[in-house]
């Protein structure tokens, strides 16, 4: 499963750099190993949404490092 956090303006100011703090303390905690490949992007289009991640084809907004976790690993489990 890959996973890119968009670093760009709008979704730096709302904290992307904390959900990709937190994604790497998943994937240690996890040993999400091979199965996960964290990635940034500079813009995913959503500029006003929130901060967005992409799980593979999805684009999911309102991300923070709250929730993250959260939908990771409902994205986990849906993949199987």
Do not use: P
Not at 6 to 28: N, P, V
Not at 44 to 62: A, H, N, P, S, V
């Amino acid at each position: 499963m890959n996973i890119l956090v968009c670093i760009g303006s709008s979704c730096h100011l709302r904290g992307s750099y904390d959900i990709i703090q937190r994604l790497k303390e998943l994937s240690a905690q996890e040993n999400w190993g091979d199965r996960v490949q964290l990635g940034a992007s500079f813009c995913l289009g959503r500029c006003t949404d929130g901060c967005t991640i992409k799980i593979d084809d999805e684009i999911i907004t309102g991300v923070n490092k709250d929730n993250v976790e959260a939908i990771v690993k409902k994205a986990l489990e849906e993949r199987g």
